[in-house]
């Protein structure tokens, strides 16, 4: 699999590249799964995202409006997050401070304390 970000053809991937945020959300809760590791979400808006229990890893969020998301039961390892809005963001606690603090700064992909 590549390391470069990726825009997948999946109908729930699309609805996030498009903004539709309200309707992936209701896609979730029907039930319906959808592939999101390695995901190119630069720039997008993501507020009111229902991401628990999202695999959203080593994906690329350079950009992005994380604020106010609750990420605690998301897996965001690998991910990278340069120049995200992340006021109000919970992460997992297997993120240290410093590495969201790298990967906000300088794009470094985040890394799980072991």
């Known amino acids: 699999m590549s390391?470069?970000?990726q825009i997948k053809d999946d109908v729930l991937f699309q609805l996030l590249?498009?903004?539709r945020i309200e309707e992936f959300n209701k896609h979730r809760a029907a039930g319906e799964s959808?592939?999101?590791t390695h995901g190119?979400?630069?720039g997008l808006d993501l507020r009111n995202l229902d991401v628990d229990g999202l695999d959203l890893c080593c994906s690329y969020?350079?950009?992005a409006d994380l604020r106010g998301l609750d990420l605690r039961k998301t897996n965001l390892e690998g991910a990278s997050i340069n120049?995200?809005?992340i006021a109000g963001a919970y992460?997992?606690?297997q993120l240290s401070a410093e590495e969201i603090n790298l990967s906000l700064q300088h794009g470094t992909r985040m890394r799980y304390l072991t």
């Open 40 to 42: 190119d979400f630069r």
């Open 17 to 19: 590249k498009n903004g």
């Open 3 to 5: 390391d470069k970000p």
């Open 34 to 36: 959808c592939d999101l």
């Open 83 to 85: 120049g995200a809005r």
């Open 91 to 93: 992460f997992p606690s």
């Open 61 to 63: 969020f350079h950009q």
